[in-house]
């Protein structure tokens, strides 16, 4: 995997990756940034649910759970000194659908966390990760 960040100015980046997709980065107003785009560790942490977000309804699908929205709402804190990691990472699952079955949600968001998720699974290395989710069931096509 590659990627190439290019200095745009001030503390904005422009972030290219190997797949032929651009993402803008860039810093608050008080670190000198124009708030052009997310932070990097925003970047970092978006990354990380999509990861898993990916994992869990892929999963889903193929066990032919009827899922119509699958969301993950993250919550993170981070070191008071530098370096800042991470030091914690709550995942929210939102799994929107029709008779979705609660255990293979949570088996899914396990085997994500435990076993597939890069980056979570990286975050992890500093940071306690938890998860917990919520099934939102819809009614049944008129």
């Known amino acids: 995997m590659k990627a190439r960040i290019k200095w745009v100015e001030g503390v904005t980046f422009l972030g290219e990756t190997e797949s032929g997709h651009a993402i803008v980065m860039d810093g608050a ?9 997310p932070r990097p560790m925003e970047t970092l942490l978006a990354g990380a649910g999509g990861c898993t977000a990916y994992d869990v309804v892929t999963m889903l699908r193929k066990g032919r759970q009827d899922i119509a929205d699958v969301a993950v709402e993250m919550e993170a804190d981070r070191a008071e000194t530098d370096p800042k990691v991470f030091t914690r990472i709550h995942l929210h699952f939102v799994v929107k659908g029709r008779n979705v079955k609660r255990e ?39």
């Open 29 to 37: 107003p008080e670190g000198g940034g124009r708030n052009l785009g």
């Open 104 to 142: 293979a949600v949570e088996r899914a968001i396990e085997l994500s966390a435990t076993k597939y998720c890069s980056a979570s699974i990286m975050l992890g290395k500093t940071a306690t990760v938890t998860h917990d989710f919520e099934i939102v069931e819809l009614a049944a096509p008129a």
